[in-house]
């Protein structure tokens, strides 16, 4: 069974940081590419990040390009978000997401977390 499990959210001040950790198990990713992706509340879940498990290819949302960072624990089987310079609209769930191709479409992703809560106050 496939399960991720997220963690690292809170309430932060705009313009600190945060890191997120997604730690996944259940079957090997090596082959695939794991994402962030961030709801607010109202809001469709959006695109944030993405790293493929084999190249540690990195891709980013515009928005968050330069203040996000995406990383992998190949041993640990987890993936990281370090945020920094976090601003008010950075506020949202973040889920994180398995698919076999980098898609920034969360239709295309078959396996998610639960999400953890971000909470950035300005």
């Known amino acids: 069974q496939v399960q991720f499990v997220e963690s690292g959210g809170g309430l932060v001040q705009a313009g600190g940081s945060l890191t997120l950790s997604c730690a996944a198990s259940g079957r090997t990713f090596s082959s695939y590419a794991m994402g962030w992706f961030r709801q607010a509340l109202g809001k469709e879940r959006e695109f944030v990040a993405a790293?493929?498990?084999?190249?540690?290819?990195?891709y980013y949302a515009d928005s968050v390009k330069g203040r996000f960072t995406i990383s992998k624990d190949n041993a640990k089987n987890t993936v990281y978000l370090q945020m920094n310079s976090l601003k008010s609209e950075d506020t949202a769930i973040y889920f994180c997401g398995a698919s076999l191709a980098v898609t920034m479409r969360p239709s295309s992703i078959p396996y998610w977390g639960q999400g953890t809560q971000v909470t950035v106050s300005s």
């Open positions: 790293i493929t498990w084999r190249g540690g290819n990195t």
